[in-house]
């Protein structure tokens, strides 16, 4: 049974928002509704906390849609910057109008008015950097007047963070605060955060390289900046083994990297092959050229000759779609592929289908491979950094080389043509997943945060 250590938690993310940022959303809910499961905060979960400049509406709006879902274990636990950035009475809260120094908007920018007139922020256009611009931002009295300005984003999370956490720790000044950052646009802001007695957890999300996506390839701007503030975290959660190796002898890390995947739960009963729908090949991922789901037209094309009974469901949407959809009908395989949009009912989708398609350029996890294996349906994917290779380690699929779109074709027709082999991959799948149960992610993840409390903080 996983024990986390007496502590308050915090999960901390840029925004959190219905049917936005695809996986990355799902994921982090999936943490904190897992970190309840294993009692923290007894059963309530950690606090999320998020700092996109909404209105206190579409807040609420996001906190009814996640909780209709059940994708929060209570949504008055959801907290965001800017709903709390106004007093009652109008103008900027107690904890903001402290945290402000004298001075002024910058006259050379423009501002956005936001938190019902509370503060405006300096609007930075064109560039992806804008987060750590110190451009100040306006601190307003109910009229809407200047009463001080904090010296950038940075200063202002910092802030409001400082009250969360003091809110937290009334009544017991010694409570250790973990908070676990989900973003690297907060992380970065947040490394040189001094309070001693939090602990700042940094969890990756994707992958920290660009094409060809090799261990050596270019890194962004943000990684870099990343990369260079890595060691002041108290720990890294990482998704793959891989991607920490590599990361590891690149950027010569020797902090507290740990391999914490999400965490996703073995289908409530598994339906073997045989009830399956025959030749049905299914992907769960956004339209995005990123996921080369023309590869898996273009494989389809052949795979309908060797299987003529074989079809392919697309569920997600996207700004690829109608190119996608000019792609099937030139193809004439309109009978056989089909985009069908957002899917509300994965499991049922992965309980149906004989195989799951995975053809991503890059990614961090691979979560539509790994939920696909909890559910023992097969999988056919390219081979690419990250997740696919570690979630196939111990079998429940084949692995084609990167790019190799005839490799796909001949993956797919040798699973659907082969009702023993479905079998044997459907059992492999069930036992692949075990290694990303809820209950063991949560063990890495509550022994992370024991080695993190047991001594200083990195950052101090």
Not at 60 to 79: G, I, N, S
Request: glycine residues 8%; negative net charge.
């Amino acid at each position: 049974m996983t024990s986390f250590p007496h502590a308050a938690y915090v999960v901390l993310s840029s925004r959190l928002i219905p049917d936005l940022d695809g996986g990355y959303t799902l994921a982090t809910l999936a943490r904190a509704r897992q970190m309840a499961a294993a009692g923290v905060h007894d059963g309530a979960g950690p606090l999320l906390l998020t700092v996109d400049p909404g209105t206190a509406a579409d807040h609420a709006r996001h906190r009814r849609e996640f909780d209709e879902r059940d994708l929060v274990t209570d949504p008055a636990r959801m907290r965001n910057l800017f709903d709390e950035a106004s007093a009652s009475g109008g103008g900027a809260a107690r904890w903001l109008r402290d945290a402000a120094k004298t001075g002024q908007p910058d006259p050379a920018l423009e501002y956005r008015v936001v938190a019902d007139g509370a503060v405006a922020l300096p609007v930075i256009p064109h560039d992806p950097d804008w987060h750590i611009c110190t451009a100040p931002v306006a601190v307003r009295d109910a009229a809407g007047t200047t009463i001080g300005v904090l010296d950038g984003f940075g200063a202002l999370y910092r802030a409001w963070l400082d009250h969360v956490v003091a809110q937290l720790r009334h009544g017991d000044p010694a409570l250790p605060v973990v908070v676990l950052c989900e973003s690297r646009q907060l992380g970065e802001l947040l490394a040189g955060w001094g309070d001693p007695g939090v602990r700042l957890i940094h969890a990756i999300h994707t992958i920290h390289l660009e094409p060809p996506y090799s261990p050596d390839a270019p890194v962004n701007a943000l990684w870099s900046r990343w990369f260079a503030l890595a060691e002041r975290f108290d720990a890294v959660l990482w998704l793959t083994a891989e991607q920490r190796a590599d990361a590891r002898r690149r950027f010569r890390l020797d902090g507290v990297h740990v391999v914490v995947p999400h965490g996703v739960s073995a289908a409530a009963s598994v339906v073997p092959p045989a009830r399956r729908e025959k030749g049905r090949v299914v992907m769960l991922n956004r339209l995005a050229s990123g996921k080369r789901i023309d590869h898996a037209i273009r494989a389809f094309a052949d795979v309908v000759t060797a299987v003529p009974a074989a079809r392919l469901d697309v569920y997600g949407d996207g700004s690829e779609r109608a190119a996608l959809q000019r792609l099937i009908d030139e193809r004439g395989l309109g009978a056989h592929i089909a985009l069908h949009g957002s899917v509300t009912d994965p499991d049922r989708v992965l309980n149906e289908a004989s195989v799951l398609l995975f053809t991503s350029a890059f990614e961090g996890q691979g979560l539509a491979v790994v939920e696909a294996l909890a559910h023992g349906c097969p999988v056919v994917s390219y081979d690419v950094r990250y997740g696919p290779r570690d979630a196939l380690a111990d079998g429940g699929g084949i692995l084609v080389p990167d790019g190799d779109v005839a490799g796909l074709t001949a993956a797919l027709v040798r699973v659907l043509d082969d009702p023993e082999l479905r079998v044997r991959l459907s059992r492999e799948a069930v036992q692949s997943a075990r290694r990303v149960d809820p209950e063991h992610v949560m063990d890495a993840l509550a022994a992370a945060v024991r080695d993190v409390l047991a001594v200083p903080s990195r950052r101090v």
